[in-house]
């Protein structure tokens, strides 16, 4: 299950699941939020497991002053155009400090291959393509200020929503430096709010209205997993519009927006 105030893993929950089967903890920077990877690294060096961070949301956070993706064994980032740091098109990263495992990523983006026309194992076809690694390369110089703007508008939403009933800002934790993919709070009246945003012609998104443990291909190998916090995040949280170049005036209108649909 979900820590209900951070959306990332409950670490309290990770050693009751490590079972023999276990290979593996996947933990998700969600919405920009860095899981606490300290405690995290610490509980999977005890049972000998390997770590692999999704940091698709995540570009530019920090645990401890480190960066997401500095602390597992590998570490997976997306370019998504939406991204923090996004591309043109599709695109995406893998971090490792094992220089074997490093060698096989870069095998398995070329279609298995270490020489051409010759293949070792069955790859993909993943290369970055020049125009995005352009793209990424001139937004790379940028990151740590559109994150630094991420925040701005964070503080001003964070400040607007206050004291607003039924209204839960999301929580940076403690330790890290959350970059904000997403402003996403939890709303007890999340669909009258988000009509009211609709009408004022102002985008919002649930991510992710159906937890996985739900998700039609998994349903029935899961159907008797519970996991409260996920149900009850997924039928609450409500993501507002976030790019670094919001302004005070549009942040005063989403809130106020938001303000009213509440006293309606």
């Not at 937004?139 to 200020?145: A, P, T, V, W």
């Not at 929503?161 to 839960?168: S, V, Y």
């Not at 890290?176 to 998104?205: F, K, P």
């Amino acid at each position: 299950d979900i820590d209900p105030s951070t959306y990332n893993l409950d670490l309290n929950q990770v050693s009751d699941a490590i079972g023999s089967r276990t290979r593996m903890i996947l933990p998700v920077h969600l919405f920009g939020q860095p899981v606490a990877m300290d405690e995290l690294m610490a509980l999977a060096n005890q049972h000998g497991l390997l770590v692999v961070e999704d940091c698709a949301q995540s570009f530019g956070a920090t645990c401890q002053g480190r960066t997401t993706g500095a602390f597992g064994d590998a570490g997976a980032f997306s370019f998504f155009p939406s991204k923090n740091l996004g591309a043109y098109g599709d695109g995406g990263l893998v971090t490792t400090n094992d220089a074997a495992v490093a060698d096989e990523l870069r095998v398995l983006r070329n279609h298995g291959s270490r020489e051409r026309y010759h293949h070792h194992v069955i790859g993909f076809n993943s290369r970055l393509d020049e125009i995005q690694a352009m793209v990424l390369r001139a937004k790379l110089r940028r990151i740590d200020q559109y994150n630094t703007c991420r925040r701005r508008v964070a503080r001003a939403y964070d400040s607007r929503l206050a004291g607003i009933p039924g209204i839960t800002v999301p929580t940076a934790g403690s330790g890290g430096r959350h970059v904000y993919h997403q402003y996403t709070i939890l709303a007890d009246d999340r669909d009258a709010i988000m009509a009211a945003l609709r009408s004022a012609e102002i985008a919002s998104a649930v991510y992710y209205p159906v937890p996985l443990h739900r998700q039609p291909v998994f349903r029935d190998a899961y159907a008797d997993v519970v996991l409260p916090q996920v149900e009850w995040v997924a039928e609450h949280c409500l993501s507002l519009p976030m790019y670094p170049e919001l302004t005070d005036e549009q942040i005063l209108r989403v809130t106020e927006t938001i303000r009213h649909a509440v006293a309606a």
